[in-house]
């Protein structure tokens, strides 16, 4: 039994700044497996990912790095253009290759108290897989994926498809400030986070950028502030660094708020380089 199971497809991202291109692997599982996995391994934490062949070096390179990673076959991998302008906070995005979708015979084998789905694509996780995994353990999802559909290369927002029956069974989700407003229409993180809770998701995260986080959980609020880098040089993974080390901290008994300030600090130390959090728990 694992304490948090992420599942995601690992991606190739080509990530376009002002300053330079990069061409790397990428996803929500990318990001939180090597966060964790710089973390004490004081949790059992399992990835779950489905790649095409030309992703095959980096996960034998996260398997050599300690990584439990549990790998499904596809036809390609999710293969990702990120453009950001001198915003690092907003950015344009292509999909040059798309991964299948993830099947519930692929979690049958799977045992956790945590599972988080790092959604990247509306059609990653079909509702009946959210509902059999939440008969297993806690769902934990990051939004991003459910409000992105592909047409032709161009990444459209869309609204998310069978939103509240996907919610009932949600325990934590996450969101930031621009995917709050595309799901509730409000602009105003309090009002976004209540209205969520009400269609049954237990914590509800968003994160604020610059502006730091907020944390609705027990009909409570807990407001995060955000830890000022040293220089910002790559902001994509940052949300997923969050995920990291708010459930890590959550997955050894913390309170919400010390949670959030520690996810708040990771996400920091991550923008200040390319590449996913390399830090330590310190």
Not at 39 to 50: E, Y
Not at 194 to 220: F, H, M, N, P, W
């Amino acid at each position: 039994m694992k304490d948090i199971c992420c599942i995601g497809h690992i991606t190739r991202d080509k990530i376009i700044t002002p300053r330079q291109t990069v061409s790397m692997a990428g996803g929500t599982a990318f990001y939180m497996a090597h966060g964790i996995n710089h973390l004490p391994h004081d949790i059992a934490f399992q990835l779950v990912t489905k790649i095409g062949p030309e992703s095959r070096e980096e996960v034998d390179r996260m398997r050599r790095e300690g990584i439990d990673v549990l790998c499904y076959d596809s036809l390609h991998s999710v293969y990702f253009e990120n453009r950001y302008g001198t915003d690092s906070n907003r950015r344009t995005q292509r999909v040059l290759a798309k991964a299948d979708p993830f099947t519930l015979a692929e979690m049958q084998p799977l045992e956790a108290k945590v599972f988080h789905l790092g959604s990247l694509l509306a059609d990653d996780f079909p509702p009946e897989v959210v509902r059999y995994l939440s008969e297993k353990g806690r769902i934990s999802i990051d939004v991003q994926g459910y409000l992105r559909e592909v047409r032709g290369e161009n990444v459209c927002a869309v609204n998310w498809k069978d939103k509240e029956e996907i919610l009932s069974c949600t325990d934590i989700l996450k969101l930031n400030e621009h995917e709050m407003e595309v799901i509730t229409n409000s602009k105003d993180p309090r009002t976004v986070a209540t209205q969520l809770a009400a269609l049954g998701v237990k914590e509800v995260v968003i994160t604020l950028g610059s502006y730091g986080s907020l944390i609705y959980a027990d009909k409570r609020f807990y407001e995060i502030p955000a830890y000022e880098p040293r220089e910002v040089v790559d902001a994509t993974g940052c949300g997923d660094t969050y995920s990291a080390g708010y459930l890590y901290m959550r997955s050894l008994g913390a309170d919400f708020e010390e949670s959030g300030k520690f996810a708040a600090a990771m996400c920091t130390s991550k923008l200040e380089h390319n590449g996913p959090y390399d830090g330590k728990r310190k």
